[in-house]
Every structure is written in structure tokens, then in C-alpha cells.
């Protein structure tokens, strides 16, 4: 059954100072469904939820030179990383909502790091644990193939349905550690690939975000 919006039980208190506000990613490959299923998000949690945009739509919509040589790799994706742990530290600093939906979280620059693994570490300054552990749960939207609809409708989307799929199996060894990893598989219909979302972000929302019933 797909989400059909209803009236919110009690009245969300944007300036209410919350003790902690629990981080969740949205993760996935390209074309898989992430920016939209946000903006679905949007619609139907209170506003105590907040929606952390796409560091990478950040930086590179925002004139970042995307070249392809290794140096610049490295510093866009640098850079990604960076803008992203700091709209982090702003929702968890503010205390103003409950849950911070991340679209992508750190780890999926692992996928495109064109270093090694450790040189994305001592970017990072951090390790694999301490990254875990800044997550209540990850959500995987898988890529999908040309069957399932796959396109390059978005400008900032350049890499082709098979390239698509390679890194989203890199997104899926970076995340599959995680205690609540969690994984949507494709489907003919993106609706019905965005319900299956939709219900699972719900049960890691508390009752009182919801402005849908699952």
C-alpha cells in the first residue's frame, strides 16, 4: 500500500531544542532515486526532520572544476567530503530536529576516491568505525540498469548505466559493515521502490515526525 499523507497527531516545534538528533543516509549509486525519494521525504515527515542536500551537487553545482585527472579527483572529492561532515556538524550542533536525512553520507566517497583506501583515511582523519558510528542507519537505493530505467536526465550525471552499476557496488562495500544497512532493490516501477523506502526511513523516524501512517 502505497503512503497517503494525513494530518500531523501534534504540532511540530521547530525551535525545540532536541538532546540528540540522530543522522540517516540515504545512499546509492547514480540514478538510483536518492534526490528524489528526499524530496519525497519532504512531504511527508514533519519539519523536525531535516534534509541534508548532496555535498556533490554542492560542489560541483557550484563551479568546482570536474577534470579527470587523479590530482583533481582527489581534491573534489576531498572537498565533498568536507562540505559534507560540516552540514552534519550544523544539524547535530543546532539541536533544533530529531533526525538529519543525508543524501549520500561520508563513505560513499570511498566509491570514488581514486586513491587507496588508506590515503582516503588520512583525508578523512578518521577510520571506518568512527564514520559507522556518526549514522543511526544507512539506507541503499541500488542503481538501477538500463531495464529499470536508468538516464542521464541530470546535467550533473555523467557516468553511463554500467559505470552506474560499479559504483554503487563500491557504495555497497563501503556501507555493508554498518549494524543498519539496509538495501532497496530496483524496480519497474519507482514508486514502488520509493514506498519500500518510504516505510523503512519510517521506522526510523519517531511516530511523532511522521505526518504519513506506514
Not at 579527470?68 to 561532515?85: G, N, P, W, Y
Not at 546535467?155 to 548505466?161: D, I, M, N, V, Y
Not at 519517531?206 to 506506514?214: Q, T
Request: glycine share 6%; with cysteine.
Amino acid at each position: 500500500m502505497m503512503y497517503s499523507p494525513t494530518v500531523c497527531e501534534r504540532p511540530c516545534e521547530t525551535a525545540f531544542i532536541h538532546k540528540e538528533t540522530r543522522l540517516i543516509v540515504v545512499t546509492g549509486g547514480p540514478g538510483a532515486g536518492k534526490t528524489a525519494l528526499l524530496e519525497m521525504a519532504k512531504k511527508v515527515f514533519c519539519s523536525r526532520v531535516a534534509i541534508l542536500p548532496e555535498a556533490a551537487s554542492i560542489v560541483f553545482g557550484g563551479g568546482f572544476w570536474r577534470l579527470e585527472s587523479a590530482s583533481a579527483k582527489l581534491c573534489a572529492q576531498s572537498a565533498i567530503f568536507h562540505v559534507q561532515v560540516a552540514m552534519e556538524k550544523l544539524v547535530l550542533d543546532e539541536r533544533r530536529w530529531t533526525i538529519g536525512l543525508c543524501d549520500r553520507g561520508t563513505l560513499d566517497g570511498l566509491a570514488y576516491w581514486p586513491g587507496s583506501a588508506d590515503s582516503f583515511w588520512e583525508m578523512s582523519k578518521s577510520d571506518v568505525g568512527e564514520e559507522y558510528r556518526k549514522y543511526a542507519a544507512v539506507i541503499h537505493l541500488r542503481s538501477p540498469n538500463d531495464q529499470f530505467g536508468y538516464n542521464q536526465n541530470n546535467p550533473l550525471r555523467l557516468e553511463t548505466a554500467v559505470e552506474a552499476t560499479k559504483i554503487d557496488k563500491k557504495i555497497a562495500d563501503a556501507w555493508a559493515g554498518h549494524p543498519n544497512y539496509y538495501v532497496i532493490e530496483s524496480a519497474a516501477d519507482f514508486l514502488t521502490k520509493a514506498d519500500s523506502a518510504m516505510k523503512l526511513i519510517a521506522t526510523q523516524i519517531p511516530e511523532s515526525c511522521r505526518v504519513v501512517a506506514p
